[in-house]
């Protein structure tokens, strides 16, 4: 039993409005939700300073650092110093190596004037929603899904249209859900899914792609996952024409969340908006990372050991944690997360996650991060952390619940 009952309780939207102190107005756009994740680390993080053992099964980020090949680059880029502003829309030579990238990895060929380096993934969908898309726009997300998109889209005054998916969909989008909620502009879809790890099979991927195309929707296929996989390998929506946008990192299989580099591959009528766009917003992306994510890509031995890694937690969890009591978990195809349906155990996953970290010192994510109207019954486990933390989790989960 841990010590620091009750240090918890901020998970509220509490955060959410801050005490006004003058009479200034703050932005409606600032009052977007908060992402539980975070919030949960920050709770861990609490407990963890105040002594207790805590074990990080809440971010999704690799228990690994950037392979050493990257760093040494990185360290030599440095030296040299020649660290300046790139173009907005990325150095000639990334965007020619993620472009060689397509064919050796996926056999497509695309011109590098299509790929746009990014501060990872979330500036990717910054730049690709305000190119895309004006204000009220209809935008179709998957719940549960990635709780950003939903976040950014509000904030930029896009309307969030969601496809309730369910285990009977494999919690993935289907041509029914799409037409069960009427007219969109845009779909955003995830293969590997975060948080359930579900993958979209190349047929179904294209099913999807030529819907869009058919009833003039854009296509956001968030392909950060790719990499991560557990016996099905993943199709890029860039085999299937070039009117989606194709978004990817270098966070996740590549190991280099704190780097912040990431890249999209668009369609040739966005190019110029995308870089008037990057011109002003952010004039350049980070130049150290640009180099760094050259070498990252021919790390492809050292970084295969970390998925496989994450393929012997993803196993000992699914054998371990139906004894702890969680036994409906979607089928994590890819990434490094199980969703657990824990509707047997609560009505209130926040709260019991919170119990669960306060108690047994494991900190997960509620599901509410996840699908506002649902996740109440859900929780995600992140097995992206070392071997040795997921087996002592496992352990304390099992005991915790006896
Ligand atoms: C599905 C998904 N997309 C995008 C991101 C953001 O990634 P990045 O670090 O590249 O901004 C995450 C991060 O967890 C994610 O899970």
């Not at 190119?131 to 939903?150: H, L, Q, T």
């Amino acid at each position: 039993m841990l010590l620091q009952l009750g240090s918890t309780r901020s998970w509220t939207s509490d955060r959410l409005e801050p005490m006004k102190q003058h009479g200034l107005k703050i932005a409606e756009r600032s009052k977007i939700a908060p992402f539980f994740a975070m919030e949960v680390l920050r709770s861990a993080n609490q407990l963890a300073a105040a002594g207790n053992d805590i074990l990080h099964l809440e971010v999704g980020e690799p228990g690994f650092g950037a392979p050493a090949k990257v760093i040494n680059v990185a360290k030599t880029a440095l030296d040299d110093g020649a660290l300046g502003y790139t173009e907005a829309l990325g150095t000639p030579e990334f965007r020619g190596r993620i472009a060689r990238h397509y064919e050796t990895y996926y056999g497509v060929t695309i011109p590098p004037n299509r790929v746009v380096a990014t501060a990872g993934a979330s500036g990717a969908f910054l730049l690709a929603f305000l190119a895309a898309f004006d204000v009220n726009d209809k935008i179709a997300v998957v719940e549960p899904g990635y709780p950003a998109y939903r976040n950014i889209l509000t904030a930029l005054g896009l309307q969030v249209v969601p496809l309730r998916a369910g285990p009977e969909q494999r919690f993935q989008p289907t041509i029914d859900l799409l037409r069960d909620v009427g007219p969109i502009n845009g779909l955003i879809v995830a293969s590997p899914s975060n948080p359930t790890g579900t993958m979209l099979s190349s047929g179904e991927l294209e099913t999807l792609a030529s819907w869009c195309k058919n009833n003039d929707v854009r296509l956001v296929s968030d392909e950060i996952y790719h990499g991560i996989s557990y016996g099905h390998s993943p199709t890029t929506a860039v085999s299937f024409g070039d009117q989606g946008i194709v978004v990817n990192s270098f966070s996740k299989y590549f190991a280099m969340t704190g780097w912040r580099i990431g890249w999209m591959v668009v369609p040739p009528d966005l190019v110029p908006g995308i870089e008037r766009l990057a011109q002003n917003l952010f004039v350049s992306p980070a130049s150290l990372p640009q180099h760094a994510a050259l070498i990252a890509l021919d790390c492809r031995n050292e970084l295969d050991i970390y998925v496989q890694t994450y393929a012997r937690n993803r196993k000992f969890l699914l054998e371990h944690l139906p004894s702890a009591g969680f036994d409906k978990l979607a089928p994590a195809d890819g990434a490094f997360y199980l969703y657990a349906d824990v509707s047997d155990l609560t009505k209130d996953s926040k709260e019991f996650c919170n119990q669960m970290l306060e108690e047994a010192g494991v900190a997960t994510t509620p599901g509410i991060d996840f699908d506002p109207q649902r996740g109440h019954q859900y929780l995600r486990f992140s097995f992206a952390g070392s071997e040795q933390t997921i087996v002592e989790a496992a352990e304390r989960l099992v005991n915790w619940r006896r």
